[in-house]
C-alpha cells in the first residue's frame, strides 16, 4: 500500500509562490495519475489540478490556470504543485492523491484511491 506525505505549505502574502511535494512510498508512482485537490474550512474538497502516468497530460481547474503547475518526478516518486501569484482565496488545505490508472488524469475527488494528509496553504491579503 502506498503511503503519501505532502509538504511545502505555509503563509504566503498574496501574490507570493509555494511549492508543494507529495513524496510517496511503499510503491512506485510510475503507472498512477497524480492530483491536487484543496478544501477550505466549511467548504467541499474540490480538484485543482492532475498529471498522467506519463506526465504529458495534464489538467487544471478554472480557478489555477496560468497560476499553478503540477509535475512528476517519478525517478524520486514524487508529484508536485508549484503555485504562483497566490490569492487570498487559494487558502486552503492541499491533499495530494493518486489513482493507478492509464489514461488521461482524472479530476473527480471519487476517482482517486490513495490520499496524503494534507498541508495548510494560507494566502495573507
Known amino acids: 500500500q502506498v503511503q503519501l506525505v505532502e509538504s511545502g505549505g505555509g503563509l504566503v502574502e498574496a501574490g507570493g509562490s509555494l511549492r508543494l511535494s507529495c513524496a510517496a512510498s511503499g510503491r512506485s508512482i510510475l503507472t498512477a495519475a497524480v492530483g491536487w485537490f484543496r478544501q477550505a474550512p466549511g467548504k467541499e474538497r474540490d480538484f485543482v489540478a492532475s498529471i498522467g502516468w506519463l506526465g504529458g497530460s495534464t489538467r487544471y481547474a478554472d480557478s489555477v490556470k496560468g497560476r499553478f503547475t503540477i509535475s512528476r518526478d517519478n525517478a524520486k516518486n514524487t508529484g508536485y504543485l508549484q503555485m504562483n501569484s497566490l490569492k487570498p482565496e487559494d487558502t486552503a488545505v492541499y491533499y495530494c492523491?493518486?489513482?493507478?490508472?492509464?489514461?488521461?488524469?482524472?479530476?473527480?475527488?471519487?476517482?482517486?484511491?490513495?490520499w496524503g494528509q494534507g498541508t495548510q496553504v494560507t494566502v495573507s491579503s
Open positions: 492523491a493518486l489513482r493507478y490508472e492509464f489514461g488521461d488524469p482524472p479530476t473527480g475527488l471519487n476517482d482517486y484511491n490513495d
